[in-house]
């Protein structure tokens, strides 16, 4: 083979290679000058829609996706490319504004956006309150999707892993009898400030004796029902409960009576936004690690209400 017969191959196999670098989405920067024969080759960034994201989620969530759910989109289209990520309980007002003053899209919040389990806005035509908010939505071009059933169903319970890592109580978790941690032995008093301070909450109601100490605790954070509570004051027999809210005719009225009795059991209402506000602050470090080009934030919503 002469020069020149070399000299073409070497130039069409060049040219092969960088078509083949382009049909894979590489992006190809020129460095060639005089007298100069090489170039270099920089990765596009990745760019992720947010059904991708959600779908990301869902691969490690057992049983998913679920056929009834309310963990859907409550705004904006999952086909658009994620510029950011945020997490949160509500995605109230503030929290919409923040999104938008950060670059970020895509809202993740764990209980309703439109003041109903469903997000159904069939009975909030022409309200006022709703469309202030789904303009602001629109304008900024973000995604609401909630993650609440999906969050619960993951092993461990989301919510439950965030709310236990604040309080420092990650290290008695029994993925046999999750609810219940089994601890030294606390007062309920320091059980009360722990709760409070590692949490961030105000104040917090409770009924008990704060200087009753408590080794097992069942801990249920969010709205689970008086049912569901009951129940396991029944069955598991805990020093003390701590839930996020109660419906006062149950929850509470049963712990009175069970102390009136001479029972040994106290009860701590967090709040429910404080309860489970946790649980998706953990998420935006599980889920960064899983999506690694796409900024991940937790912005929390707080209680709606206020000390008199």
Known sequence: MNTSEQSRNYSKGRRDFLGNLTAAGLLLTSKLGPGENYFSVADEQTKMTIQQVIDVILKEIPGAPFAKTVDTIKSGDAGWVVTGIVTTMFA??????????????????????????TDATDWLDGDPVYKFKKDLLDKNKIVVWRFHDYWHTYLPDGVLMGVLTKLGWEKYYNAQDPEIVTLPGMKLGEIINLAKKNLNIRQVRFIGNKDEVCKRVALIPGAAGGTSQMTLLRESKPDALIVGEVHEWETAEYVRDAQAMGTKMSLIVLGH?????????????????RIKDVKVTHVPSHSPFNEA
């Open 92 to 117: 109230t007002v503030d929290v919409i504004k923040k999104a938008a003053s950060l670059g970020a899209n895509f809202i993740i919040a764990h209980e309703p956006t439109f003041y109903g389990h």
């Open 273 to 289: 936004a404080e309860s489970e506000e946790p649980g998706m602050e953990w998420l935006a470090p599980w889920l960064t690690s």
